[in-house]
């Protein structure tokens, strides 16, 4: 592998026709084929004055990427703007030189200066990111209900010493697979039946009106902060999804909006929960806990329907709502896989001040925070 002179390297701000060039350093990269309708979706739609996306060229050759999605949180004190990291690539020629952490310090300013608070990403690359400055970061766990023994190739990536141990593993999700069907038949008699019947749940194909108030009520019932999940949010990340639209499935108990489940089925017939979210003063902790169970159970039984060999949700920490969604979980027959990548953040200016952004504790994290490839 040779290495590249750094004499004339440029780092900057994109602009729209660059588009084409960072998608196809992309696709390279992974050997993907996102198409530049996905790029635009993903990275036009900021509202800043400069596109937060940041490049590394020399001769017009992208030799690396770095964006920012903005996205507004909430928590008791109102809203806040912080920021998604994604596309931070490099080509090989270039690392070990600097330009990885300069990527980040030209974004990072830039994004103090539009008021954001906190920039976080995922990623499995923990040593190179606290290098590039986050100072904080948690593993992601799995909740999985398995429907079928092939289901391990998908959730292992077949990451298997043998065809002995394949086939071992295959037989035990098989096993497991039949528990939980038979926890989720029983699952009635451990939730409260009688509120679970008088649930409506019903496919929307837009985003319910009072979904912003929804999430005003769960921080001020959970604590702590959790994306903004308004029209414009869910509009823009659920349903017009150009990457694989998820299903959006939301509950309501006496004509009032409870909460809801977002699930999507992958290429290799996984299904994902997306998002699940719940919140009302009127009822107790204890039966809001019965409100995602009742999600849950929809979510598996319809990806069952379709062929989905498991389904996969995420445990991230100790927030009150992520501790619930997993009693709930395990109650309808999902278990828990200490498995996944890392959440990192990293804190600009202002966020010291803010009690919600002390521990990552306080977030409620699932899948609606990532890029949306998986729905």
Known sequence: ?????????????????????CNEFHNNFYGKNRTLAQWNWEFLHSGLPDIPFVIAEKDRRVLGTLAQIPTRMIDEEGEFLTGKSEEALLDPVIRGTGIYPALFDKIFSYMESQGVLVVWGFTPAIKANKRAGFEVHTSIGQLFFPLHGDAVNALLKNNLSSPIKTRGIKMLCSLAGVFSSAVLCCSGWRINRSLARDIRIQTLSAPPRECADLCRAFVRQWGGTTVLRDEAFLRWRIFENPHLRATFRA????????GWVAYALDDNSVGHIVDIIAASKQLHPKN????????????????????????????????????????????????????GEWMVLHYLQGAAARPSLQSLDNWYINRIYTEGVLG
């Open 1 to 21: 592998m040779g290495f590249l002179s750094m004499e004339g390297i440029n780092i900057r701000f994109i602009q729209p026709e660059d588009g084409e060039a």
């Open 251 to 258: 509950a309501y108990l006496n004509n009032r909006l409870l």
């Open 288 to 339: 809001i806990e019965t409100v995602v169970a009742a999600l849950l159970i929809d979510a598996v039984v319809k990806l069952r329907k379709t062929g989905a060999l498991g389904v996969r949700a995420w445990k991230v920490n100790n927030h009150p709502f992520d501790n619930l969604v997993a009693r709930a979980a395990r109650k309808v027959g999902f278990y828990y896989i200490p498995r």
